[in-house]
C-alpha cells in the first residue's frame, strides 16, 4: 500500500480541518505562487507537504481512527516508511481484512518496540519546548534591556554636550555612571538566566538524543542507533580498507510465544535474549535492536569464517540455555535464525549489506530455522 492508495479514501471535513486543510488544499498547494518578479510559478516543495498531510488525513479516516498526537505519529510512520516493521504490521492487517484500532495499534507498538519510545519522546518533546519557550522570553527580555540602555546612554550623552557648566558635567557623568552600572546589572542577571536556560536546555537536548537512540525495552541501541553506528562503522572500513559484517538474528516464532504465553512473557523473552546477546559478542562488536524481535550485531574488522564462528556460538547458547519467565512453571525452550552478510573493505553500500542479511535470515527461516546463513558479495 502506498500514500496514494485508493484504499485511504478522502477524509470527513473535520480531520482536514483539524489539520488545517481544505478539501482543495491540493489544487491549492498546486496552484502557481507568485514569484519575486511578478510571475507566477508552481511551489512543489509546498504541494508536496500539504498533499503528505492529506494523505495522513486519508489514512486516519479510511482506518476510522481518531485524530491524535500517537496515530498522527503512526500515520506518519508508515506512509513514509519511517518503521517499516510497523508498516508490514499494518499492511498485512489491512490485507486481513481486520480493522486497524488504536488498541491494536498499541499493541504492535509494543510488539515492535516502539511504544514506549514515542511515549518516552513526547515527554521529552514537552521538556524541550517549554525550555525553548523559557530561553526565547528571557533572551527577548534581555535585548530590550539592552536596548533601553543604549537608548538612555545616548540621551545622556546627548544632554551632556549641550551643558556649558563644569560641575553640571561632572554630576551629569556621576549619574550616567550610575545609570551604567544599575543597567549593567540587570542586563547581568537576564544573561545569566539565559545561559541557566542555555545549559539546562542542553541537557535535555542531550537526554532527547539519547533516548532516541536507545530501545527503552532492552537497553540496546535501536534502528537510530543502529543507523547511525552502521554508517560510521562502514565509512571506516572503507577508510582502512577493513572488512565489515553484520549478523541479523531473529528469534524464531516469537509470535507463538506473545499469543501463548502473552506480552508480559514476550517481554521478557526480549530483554533476556538482549542481555545474552550483548555478553556473547566481543567488545568491539556492537549489538542493537533493529525493531520487533530483530536484533543485529555489528562486526567491524571481521573477516566471514570469524562472523559465523560468533554467530554460530550465539545460537547454540541460546538454544541450549532455556528462557525462565515470571509466571511460567517450565523454563521456556527459544531458538533463533541468523543471517550473516560481509563486505570487504566497505566495497558494498549499507544498504546492500543490510539487504545481503536480511536475505539470509530469509533463508535460514526456510530451511527450518534455528541455523546460521551466510551472504557475500
Not at 563486505?343 to 541455523?371: F, N
Request: charged share 30%.
Amino acid at each position: 500500500m502506498t500514500a496514494h492508495d485508493p484504499q485511504l479514501h478522502r477524509p470527513k471535513a473535520g480531520i482536514l480541518s483539524w489539520l488545517g486543510l481544505s478539501r482543495d488544499a491540493e489544487a491549492e498547494a498546486a496552484a502557481p505562487q507568485p514569484s519575486d518578479s511578478g510571475e507566477e510559478v508552481p511551489d512543489p516543495v509546498r504541494a508536496a507537504r500539504l498533499r503528505h498531510v492529506a494523505d495522513i488525513g486519508r489514512f486516519l479516516s479510511a482506518q476510522e481512527l481518531e485524530v491524535s498526537p500517537f496515530t498522527l505519529a503512526i500515520a506518519h510512520d508508515f506512509l513514509t516508511g519511517e518503521d517499516p516493521q510497523m508498516a508490514r504490521a499494518i499492511e498485512a492487517r489491512i490485507k486481513s481484512g481486520e480493522p486497524i484500532t488504536v488498541e491494536w495499534l498499541e499493541n504492535a507498538g509494543r510488539d515492535q518496540g516502539t511504544g514506549g519510545e514515542r511515549r518516552a519522546l513526547n515527554v521529552l518533546m514537552t521538556r524541550l519546548e517549554t525550555n525553548l519557550d523559557e530561553f526565547s522570553r528571557s533572551s527577548s527580555a534581555a535585548k530590550n534591556a539592552a536596548t533601553d540602555y543604549s537608548s538612555a546612554l545616548e540621551t545622556q550623552v546627548t544632554d551632556l554636550s549641550n551643558i556649558d557648566n563644569a560641575g553640571e558635567v561632572i554630576s551629569e557623568l556621576a549619574n550616567l555612571a550610575s545609570a551604567m552600572l544599575n543597567r549593567t546589572r540587570e542586563l547581568e542577571k537576564e544573561m545569566s538566566r539565559s545561559e541557566l536556560q542555555a545549559k539546562s536546555l542542553r541537557r535535555n537536548l542531550d537526554q532527547a538524543k539519547r533516548s532516541a537512540e536507545e530501545d527503552h525495552l532492552t537497553g540496546l541501541p535501536n534502528r537510530r542507533g543502529f543507523d547511525a553506528m552502521m554508517a560510521k562503522e562502514h565509512a571506516a572500513a572503507q577508510a582502512a580498507r577493513e572488512h565489515l559484517c553484520v549478523a541479523f538474528c531473529d528469534i524464531d516464532h516469537f509470535k507463538r510465544i506473545n499469543d501463548t504465553f502473552g506480552h508480559n512473557v514476550g517481554d521478557e523473552v526480549l530483554r533476556e535474549f538482549a542481555l545474552r546477546l550483548a555478553t556473547n559478542v566481543r567488545g568491539v562488536d556492537l549489538a542493537c535492536r533493529y525493531g520487533g524481535e530483530e536484533f543485529v550485531v555489528i562486526m567491524p574488522d571481521t573477516a566471514m569464517k570469524d562472523a559465523l564462528r560468533i554467530a554460530e556460538r550465539l545460537r547454540l547458547h541460546v538454544a541450549g540455555t532455556p528462557f525462565r519467565a515470571q509466571g511460567l512453571t517450565e523454563p521456556l525452550s527459544v531458538t533463533i535464525s541468523v543471517g550473516v552478510a560481509c563486505t570487504e573493505g566497505g566495497e558494498d553500500s549499507t544498504d546492500a549489506l543490510l539487504k545481503m542479511a536480511d536475505e539470509a535470515v530469509y533463508d535460514a527461516k526456510a530451511h527450518g530455522r534455528t541455523q546460521v546463513v551466510c551472504r557475500a558479495a
